[in-house]
């Protein structure tokens, strides 16, 4: 649960996706949107930890899309993931470069551009990448308990210290969250909750995966849920609901660090400060790491040229995808910062929002793909029957009902016009790249057979100190999942551990 958590960056979150949430819509129910999208989350995990104990893959969502709806719609999943991770990946540069620019000015006296610092990050990201260096998840875990005590401490500030002398319950109330701006809020929302599906690879650490795995889940979920909401009332309570709007655009994280630095001292601001950084740092270098995965998984499997596949001699690193992620980077933020755009309101905004309707479309399939990779099964146990196909059903409607209103909202996220077509331009990129994910599938199926069949299976992993369970199929019927009584044929198994489910 810490290490799901931690994932989810409960700082960054706060100072960067909250503030900036209130900043582009001026909606007050963000606390209510957190509530809502943990309650469509929550669902969405039952589906996806019981399809997890089945289906291992580095590719994660595009193997589950793929072994759950089909081939297409896994490569359609994969696309839109590469596009949607990038995003928050390149958006995040806007944040920090933004952060430490505004920081080293104030402490310092050191005014530089915030794109001098998000290149600095991005050379510092780009190396670690190629050495296959990530923060160890204990590392993290004690991060975010720091987080946490930081994120309560100005909780605790913003309700005994009401900026208009009374904490108003407005940011709770239906009403206050239909008012206007709901598509940002909900973008917001669920681009805060990146990350709570990262429980599933623990498994292998797991005394009973079965059990552990869902339970951290589901438990990450309720906190993040239940933490954010009270954090975000927290900042309107702090802020005063009449300047909340203006002083979100002008301050940003600062919004978050100054009545920190007014109760407890410079010291303690500088310390959230450096958290924050801290943060942001490990969120860039996991999205880093995840975008050059994808790829590694996608080059591997020839869905992209084999050429991505390419790992370092001794670091073992995915250096093509690794590449790639990084001059992708270069050029979207140099394309910002030649604009002279806002890194905070255009880089991080526009970035996040487009993420957030790649990743709840992500979501969305994932949910249909667990109904219908399970549609074979011959059990009929109510608890199985809720797991397999009730929660995947209900979680999809949700998140399909979040995309509408978020694609209709969206001119409010961008802070543009409702006729403006940059609205429309970032809602169709996500679309773009779904159809042309299937299209590519399908083009693969008519033209390279062979490298049709493997898409969306897992091939052999590298040896670690425990050992994997992964599964290969390489057409159609083996794709398909077995009734649970049905043993294993042992030319299609490639398991080195005997089935973990209770029947085997």
Do not use: C
């Not at 794709?479 to 198994?493: K, Y």
């Amino acid at each position: 649960m810490f290490f799901t958590v931690a994932a989810s960056a409960p700082l960054t979150a706060l100072a960067g996706g909250v503030t900036t949430a209130y900043a582009v819509s001026g909606n007050q129910g963000v606390p209510l949107a957190f509530l809502v999208v943990s309650v469509a989350l929550a669902l969405f995990a039952v589906g996806y930890v019981a399809m997890s104990r089945h289906v291992a893959s580095a590719g994660a969502f595009y193997a589950y899309l793929a072994r759950g709806i089909g081939r297409p719609a896994g490569v359609a999943g994969a696309f839109v993931a590469l596009v949607s991770y990038n995003s928050i990946q390149v958006g995040l540069y806007g944040l920090f470069g933004s952060t430490v620019s505004n920081f080293a000015a104030e402490a310092f006296g050191l005014r530089m551009p915030w794109w001098i610092w998000a290149l600095l990050a991005m050379g510092t990201v780009a190396a670690l990448g190629l050495l296959r260096v990530d923060l160890n998840a204990r590392v993290l875990a004690v991060l975010l308990i720091a987080e946490v005590a930081v994120v309560a401490a100005f909780d605790i500030i913003g309700f005994a210290r009401p900026a208009e002398g009374v904490v108003t319950t407005a940011p709770l109330m239906p009403s206050t969250l239909l008012a206007g701006g709901l598509g940002a809020a909900i973008a917001f929302t669920v681009a805060s909750f990146t990350g709570f599906e990262s429980g599933a690879i623990y498994s292998e650490e797991a005394r009973d995966p079965y059990r552990a795995v869902g339970r951290a889940t589901l438990i990450a979920i309720v906190f993040i849920g239940s933490f954010y909401a009270l954090s975000s009332w927290a900042v309107v309570a702090a802020t005063g609901a009449r300047r909340l709007q203006e002083r979100a655009s002008t301050e940003g994280p600062a919004l978050i660090i100054r009545p920190l630095a007014d109760a407890f001292g410079p010291i303690v601001a500088d310390l959230a400060t450096a958290l924050l950084l801290g943060s942001v740092f490990a969120a860039l270098l996991s999205f880093h790491n995840s975008v050059a995965r994808y790829l590694l998984v996608l080059g591997r499997e020839r869905v992209l040229p084999e050429k991505l596949s390419s790992i370092g001699g001794r670091s073992g690193a995915p250096v093509a995808g690794s590449i790639a992620q990084s001059t992708l980077a270069l050029v979207v933020v140099a394309g910002f910062a030649i604009a002279d755009a806002d890194p905070m309101l255009t880089l991080f905004s526009w970035s996040s929002g487009l993420a957030a309707l790649g990743v709840v479309l992500l979501l969305a399939g994932t949910s249909v793909a667990v109904i219908g990779f399970f549609r074979h099964s011959s059990v009929v146990s109510p608890t199985l029957v809720w797991s397999r196909t009730i929660a995947p059903a209900l979680a999809a409607t949700l998140l399909l009902t979040f995309l509408v209103v978020m694609v209709v909202n969206f001119d409010s996220l961008l802070g543009v016009a409702p006729s403006s077509p940059i609205r429309w331009l970032l809602a169709v990129t996500v679309l773009a790249a779904a159809l042309g994910g299937a299209v590519w599938a399908l083009y693969l199926r008519g033209f390279r057979p062979d490298v049709y069949a493997d898409i969306g299976g897992a091939v052999r992993a590298p040896k670690f100190d425990k050992p994997s369970i992964y599964w290969h199929h390489t057409n159609e019927a083996a794709s398909a999942p077995r009734p649970e009584s049905a043993p294993v044929p042992q030319e299609e198994s490639t398991s080195i551990l005997p089935r973990l489910d209770s029947d085997s």
